[in-house]
């Protein structure tokens, strides 16, 4: 079901107005465009810091989860495949 960006899980007002400057008005647009594109062509086009948190809020829109639930590996493999530097790891205790 093609619904608007703003009814999908983890995406609220600002991220639609965001993926809207980027001609992405439905989840039908996102998941024809994936989550890391539509990250770079928001980063590349409102020319601003955009927060790994939006990838992964991205993603996991697309797949029905809560963006705190994704798996280390899948945030990692998105930050890479988005040309982001990796997280750094906490200190232990």
Partial sequence: M?????AMRNLG???AANLASIGVHTSADLQRIGAVEAFNRMRLIQGRQISRIALH????ALVDCDWRALPADIKAQLDQEAGLAPKPRR???
């Fill in 2 to 6: 093609d619904r608007k960006i703003s």
């Fill in 13 to 15: 007002p600002t991220m």
């Fill in 57 to 60: 809020a991205m993603f996991a």
């Fill in 91 to 93: 200190r232990g205790g």
